[in-house]
């Protein structure tokens, strides 16, 4: 499957706090996912996107589409203590294709 | 409530053991798909199904075996378990749509 590159590995940040994270891939992608895993879980996803440019909002997060269809953002605004997890990009093609997450925490 | 069942949730199994990791889901998807993760890790794909008697072998080389017999039945086999497969594997299913898929809560599995 083709590599995606997520960034940063890991965010230590305080309740508030804006965060954001990117995907690169190598490849394009006509579909962008972002999901979250808590611990003891299976992913669940958070917002999808399906066209180049096209920007996103669910509530306290907002993701980007990138135009060249080989990249994609997730910005999470003020940040709360139960956002705490790993968030994962992922590409569709014949199955989802993740990044390596990008584990967040969150201190009150 | 979820409508994607993995059991069991934790197993700690010796070297040499034969053991199935049981995936079932009631919402009559007929793709699903088998992830192996190690914690904090990515998800790779190492087995998928578009129906069923359709199997194919996943991005990750992977010394498990699966079936699909019936729609809403997708287990995993190791015929002989190692310590090299100690990790937590991921069930999901999908309607088709790249937005539709549904993971289950993993197995996490020990081998010693």
């Known amino acids: 499957g083709q590599q995606l590159n997520q960034s940063p590995q890991s965010m230590f940040i305080q309740e508030g706090e804006d965060v954001s994270m990117n995907c690169t891939s190598s490849?394009?992608?006509?579909?962008w996912l972002w999901y979250k895993q808590e611990p003891g879980e299976g992913p669940v996803l958070l917002i999808a996107l399906y066209k180049a440019g096209e920007l996103t909002s669910n509530g306290r997060l907002t993701a980007q589409f990138g135009i060249t269809r080989k990249d994609s953002f997730l910005n999470i605004s003020a940040s709360i203590p139960s956002d705490v997890g790993i968030y994962f990009c992922?590409?569709?093609?014949?199955?989802?294709?993740f990044g390596k997450g990008t584990s967040l925490l969150v201190t009150p | 409530e979820a409508d994607i069942y993995q059991t069991p949730r934790y197993l700690v199994i010796g070297t040499g053991k034969k053991i199935t990791l049981e995936c079932s889901q009631t919402?009559?998807?007929?793709?699903m798909y088998w992830y192996q993760q190690d914690p904090g890790m990515e998800l790779h794909l190492i087995h998928y199904?578009?129906?069923?008697?359709?199997?194919e072998k996943g991005d990750l080389s992977s010394e498990s075996t699966v079936s699909r017999i019936r729609t809403e039945h997708f287990p995993l086999t190791l015929e002989s378990a190692r310590p090299s497969h100690t990790s937590q594997y991921l069930c999901?299913?999908?309607?088709?749509?790249?937005?539709?898929?549904?993971f289950g809560s993993g197995t996490r599995l020990t081998v010693v």
């Open positions: 199904s578009y129906g069923v008697n359709s199997t």
């Open positions: 490849s394009i992608f006509n579909t």
């Open positions: 992922a590409g569709s093609g014949y199955a989802l294709n």
């Open positions: 919402m009559g998807h007929d793709k």
């Open positions: 999901a299913s999908s309607d088709g749509r790249a937005d539709g898929y549904t």
